[in-house]
């Protein structure tokens, strides 16, 4: 299976300072028809996940532009230009190509 | 609006069974692939399930292969998962969710269905 490594698994931020997620996998995402499928997740307490990042740098409908996704390969990451209080929770990448789909670990982001 | 609501989670034996139901609505249920993902209390997601748009292809996680099957009902617009054999491992909120036509991950989501194995 394609393991997905995230760091850190804590991140401690200050209000309007910038974030970042890294998310390594153990296997090119590359598929055969050329895109990258690594996709991020926000998962803020008690709530479902929500999608934030698809396709390695494309933001959902409704995701705020402060949060961007890069990366190629197996290195990818996930950016908040400035946090905001609403985006304490946990921030999972995962993996859609090779089967099973697998998550990372889990960045938990709290606000110093 | 696309709305993913589940049912039948609850407090099981081990080695008992369950059948969880997802009930879709706001989208043409039968034109996507479908997932079932969990999370065990604190713990982080693991896709569980998927089966696709006329249930001829479904794919497991080896820890769930041969005791857990996806199956859907398009016109009833309802996805399931029976669920045998269970053990404590077992135990997590499941999830029922939509997975994007061309990102190939689940682009949204239920609140989720609590199962509970324990004697």
């Known amino acids: 299976d394609v393991v997905m490594t995230q760091s850190p698994l804590s991140l401690p931020v200050t209000l309007g300072q910038p974030a970042s997620i890294s998310c390594r996998s153990t296997?090119?995402?590359?598929?055969?028809?050329?895109?990258?499928?690594l996709s991020w997740f926000q998962q803020r307490p008690g709530q479902s996940p929500r999608r934030l990042i698809y396709?390695?740098?494309n933001r959902d409908s409704g995701v705020p532009d402060r949060f961007s996704g890069s990366g190629s390969g197996t290195d990818f990451t996930l950016k908040i230009s400035r946090v905001e209080a609403e985006d304490v929770g946990v921030y999972y990448c995962?993996?859609?190509?090779?089967?099973?789909?697998?998550f990372g670990q889990g960045t938990k982001l709290e606000i110093k | 609006e696309v709305q993913l609501v589940e049912s039948g989670g609850g407090l099981v034996q081990p080695g008992g069974s369950l059948r969880l139901s997802c009930a879709a609505s706001?989208?043409?249920?039968?034109?996507?692939?479908m997932s079932w993902v969990r999370q065990a209390p604190g713990r982080g997601l693991e896709w569980v399930a998927n089966?696709?748009?006329?249930?001829?292809?479904?794919y497991y996680v080896d820890s769930v292969k041969g005791r857990f099957t996806i199956s859907r009902d398009n016109p009833k617009n309802s996805l399931c998962l029976q669920m045998n054999s269970l053990t404590a491992d077992d135990t997590a909120l499941y999830y029922c969710?939509?997975?994007?036509?061309?990102?190939?991950?689940?682009?949204?989501w239920g609140q989720g269905t609590l199962v509970t194995v324990s004697s």
């Open positions: 969710a939509r997975v994007g036509r061309y990102s190939l991950s689940p682009t949204s």
């Open positions: 706001g989208f043409t249920f039968g034109d996507f692939w």
């Open positions: 089966i696709n748009q006329d249930g001829s292809e479904k």
């Open positions: 296997q090119s995402l590359v598929y055969s028809d050329g895109n990258t499928y």
């Open positions: 396709k390695v740098s």
């Open positions: 995962m993996q859609g190509i090779h089967g099973p789909y697998t």
